[in-house]
Structures are given as C-alpha cells and as structure tokens.
C-alpha cells in the first residue's frame, strides 16, 4: 500500500517520503525472501530450490536487511538535520540527495554482504538431501565477519539513532518550556495591561468558564442599578465589553495555537521513543543469538532449541509490518492518500464504491425477502 500511494501520488514524493518508499521496498523484498524461504527450511529441515539460489537466497536476504536498516538511519539524521539544523539543511536536502543517499546505502549493502554470496554451498546431507549453508576459509574469518555485521546492523544503527533522535527531542523539549513560559509572560503581561498590576487574575465570568457574553451581560447589569445620572456611562460599559471580547478572542487564539504545538511535539517524541524501542526489541535477540552461535553452537540449540530460533527470527521480522504503521500510518496525509488509492481501485473493471454500494444493496434485498 505505502509503494502504491507514493508511487500513484505525485505531490506525497517528499524528501522524507522518498526514504519511506525505500524502506518499503526494503521491507517487502525481507518479507518476500526471508519468510517463505525460512519457513520451508524449516518444515522440511532441508534446502529445496538448488545450488543458485542457495548462494542467492541468503545474499538477497542479507541484503534486504541491511537495506532495511540503514534506511532506518538515514530517516533519522534527515529529521535530525530537517528539525535541529533547519537553515543550513535546506540548500541540500532535496530529493536528488535523498535519491544519491538511497543510492550508496544499496551500494554500502550490497558490498557489506558480498562475502555471503561467495560463502553460501549446498552440503549433501543422508537420504539424498541437501543443506545450504556457509563455508568460510576458518573460523576466526567466520567470527570476524559476522561480528562485523553486529557492529554494522545493531551496535551502530542504534547509536546513531538514538544519539539523533536524543538530539531532536532535546530540541522539542527546550521548544515546548519556551512555548509555555512566552504563553504565560504573555497572559502576565495582558493581565497587568488590562487590569493593573494588584489584581493580575480578577474574578471575572471569562475566569469562572464562562463566556464574554456573560462578561458583558453582568457588565451592563451593573451600570443599570446605578443611579439615573449614573445611566450616562453606559456606553463605556460597551467599550468595556468590546475590550473584553478583544482579550478572549486573543487569548483564546494564542491558547489554541500553543496547545496545538505544544501536543504536536509530544506526538512527535513519543512516536521517537516507540522507532529505538521497535528497532531494539526487533532485531537485538537475532544478533544475540547469531553471536553465540559463533562459540557455543551446541549449547545454543540445548537451551534456546529450533522453535526459539525460529520465534527470535521471526521477531526480527516483525520489524517489515511495525514499519509502515509507525512511520505511515500514523500519519493523517498517508492515511487520505489510502483512503484516495482505495476508493479510485477497480476490481474487475468495477470500482470498490459501486461493489460496496451493490453488495449492501444485495444485503437489503436478500433482508426484505427473508421478512416476507
């Protein structure tokens, strides 16, 4: 869905929209190798689709991965250089540059896991079946590489993000203290202007909840039990309601418009903590694992087994559905973008509205003879 938006709508290729393109293609092609593949293996405890695939198998697979996750990185320093640095980020944050970065992150993956490629054979196994596995010159090459990979898909990918987006919710904070301590000098200061400094907050219906209109009304009220001479100064109560209805309606603004920011910001930090908590619960058990894999095989498969394996990577794979929904579909302009691609879909040269309008008429039809 997040490739056929993008890829249908035109005005939603934004700099940012163009790395969430190419982490859903990532995020497919991880789905499409890695999930069918994994799960045969593990059903016929075999490898089936012969030798080319078994070195082409698991490089695509490494491949996707590291796509997936350094396009994860990339997301979080342009928001870091979009939020902290806006001025200077400006001149070169253009979709050419996010297109040049997509660009050397495939070209960083594809080089990163080229070893794989060279390594993955097929091993003959009894009964005349076959295992695709990788064969390395020694041991300590195995672990250096594979280690590599941990520093290169875990241990960096979250410090740079976490160091990012600390940074980003380092400035949202300062932002949201200095929103809220301007709104207050300001009401301070409209206060002293209007009422004088001894009594900063009067007992006013404005402060009781409720409206200028109630304001005025006690106002006029007020002038009328004075004496008839007094009746003259009435139209000062007019100016005087006037002024009051000018002071809420710019209260009311300023109140609206800082509450809104001050809301958007804790929309944007809270959904920053949920991106390092995913990425980290996702695919820090995977590489535990293949870690002690490396020195301890045997007690490895003792105290985890194949169906804690198998859970642990499918774990990992989680991470190819939260993606979308953290980062697309909690956003309202992709969530009209959907909605437009859905309603413009035709199935079977039928659009979904006029099949959704002839079902729920077939539905009533079919209610109505059932009652007769």
């Known amino acids: 869905m997040v490739i056929a938006t993008l890829a249908s709508n035109k005005r939603m290729r934004t700099v940012t929209n163009v790395y969430l393109l190419n982490l859903a293609i990532s995020d497919f092609l991880l789905g ?26 698991p490089f695509l697979q490494a491949v996707s991965v590291s796509v997936d996750v350094w396009t994860l990185v990339a997301i979080s320093l342009e928001r870091y250089f979009a939020i902290c640095r806006p001025l200077k980020s400006r001149k070169w944050q253009t979709q050419c540059h996010a297109y040049k970065m997509i660009t050397c992150v495939w070209l960083m993956s594809i080089a990163l896991n080229s070893p794989i490629l060279v390594a993955s054979t097929l091993q003959p196994m009894r009964g005349n079946a076959y295992k695709c596995r990788e064969i390395w010159l020694s041991l300590e090459l195995e672990r250096t590489f594979n280690l590599g990979l941990d520093a290169a898909l875990l241990l960096i990918p979250i410090f740079v993000m976490s160091f990012a987006y600390s940074l980003i919710v380092t400035k949202l904070w300062r932002g949201m203290r ?59 109560a007019g100016a005087c ?9 710019r209260h009311v603004v300023r109140s609206t418009h800082t509450d809104k920011s001050i809301e958007a910001k804790r929309k944007v930090i809270r959904m920053l903590f949920v991106i390092i908590l995913e990425f980290f619960i996702c695919w820090t058990p995977l590489h535990v694992i293949n870690t002690i894999y490396l020195f301890y095989p045997e007690e490895l498969y003792q105290y985890v087994g194949s169906k804690g394996i ?5 774990l990992a794979y989680c991470s190819s559905f939260s993606n979308p929904i953290t980062y697309c579909f909690m956003n309202r302009k992709f969530r009209q973008a959907f909605i437009c691609l859905i309603k413009n879909c035709k199935v079977f040269g039928v659009e979904v509205e006029e099949l959704h309008e002839h079902t ?10 059932g009652r007769r």
């Open 241 to 249: 309601c006037m002024h009051t209805l000018e002071l809420d309606f």
């Open 178 to 236: 200095h929103e809220i301590q301007h709104n207050f000098n300001w009401q301070r200061q409209l206060s002293e202007k209007s009422y004088g400094k001894d009594n900063l907050i009067p007992d006013t219906p404005i402060t009781r909840g409720h409206s200028t209109e109630m304001c005025c009304k006690s106002s006029w009220m007020m002038k009328k039990k004075e004496t008839e001479p007094k009746l003259t100064r009435e139209p000062k």
């Open 360 to 369: 729920l008429h077939g539905h009533k039809s079919s209610y109505h003879k």
């Open 310 to 314: 198998v859970s642990l990577q499918l």
């Open 32 to 57: 499409v190798f890695c999930l069918p593949f994994t799960l045969v293996g593990q059903i016929y405890r075999r490898f089936l689709f012969g030798a080319a695939l078994c070195k082409l198998i």
